[in-house]
Structures are given as C-alpha cells and as structure tokens.
C-alpha cells in the first residue's frame, strides 16, 4: 500500500503560481511512476502531468505544456507540481497518484493504483 497526501492547494488570481505537493508514505517511493491529475465539477479526470521513477523524464497533458512542472525528491518521497500563469480554466481538484504499471512515464488514469484525496485549486479572474 502507499498512501498519499497532497498539499499547496487554495485559492489565486489568474496569472499567478502554486506549487502542489504529494507527500508519500507505506513503501519505497522510487518504486513508483507518479503523475499528477485533476478533475472540475462535471467534468471527467484530466492527465496532467507524470514523472519516472528516477525524474529524468516527464510528460504534459495539453492543458499544462510550458506552464506546469513536475518534480519529484525522492529521499523525501515528495512529488511536486509547480503551476505558473495560473487561469480559470485550471480551477480543479488535483489528485496525485502511484502506478505499478512497468512504464517510464504514465500517463493513463486507469494505470494508476494509489490516489491522494486530493487538494482543491480555485483561479480567480
């Protein structure tokens, strides 16, 4: 099992940043290929973000290209997710979550075993 518990979240004005964290805990963090999603009222889950289990790659749903950055430290089994130029459109709750699927990078939902309860991120105009 690996639990996870993200933070960072609240509420900014358009243009602004945040940075979301996910701290992990119950197994080895390096083991896992994390990703970052993010779900708005009546809408389905929506692929943000996903980094290996090393860092050194990374994949960006279209709505986060050259905005939003993913990193992750693994000695202190933290995740990240760094949003630049905040808009409206952003205004979800961002879940991160583990895989066990044997990917570098993961970037479908349904790969993905362990989900946070997620954080709520409101982008005022």
């Known amino acids: 099992q690996v639990q996870l518990v993200e933070s960072g979240g609240g509420l900014v004005q358009a243009g602004n940043s945040l940075r979301l964290s996910c701290a992990a805990s119950g197994r080895v963090f390096s083991d896992f290929p994390m990703g970052w999603f993010r779900q708005a009222p009546g809408k389905e889950r929506e692929f943000v973000a996903a980094?290996?289990?090393?860092?050194?790659?990374?994949a960006y749903g279209d709505s986060a290209k050259g905005r939003f950055t993913i990193s992750r430290d693994n000695p202190k089994n933290t995740v990240y997710l760094q949003m630049n130029s905040l808009k409206p459109d952003d205004t979800a709750v961002y879940y991160c979550a583990a895989s066990t699927a044997p990917f570098n990078v993961v970037v479908a939902t349904a790969d993905y075993a362990y989900w946070g309860q997620g954080t709520q991120v409101t982008v005022s105009s």
């Open positions: 980094i290996s289990r090393a860092g050194t790659r990374t």
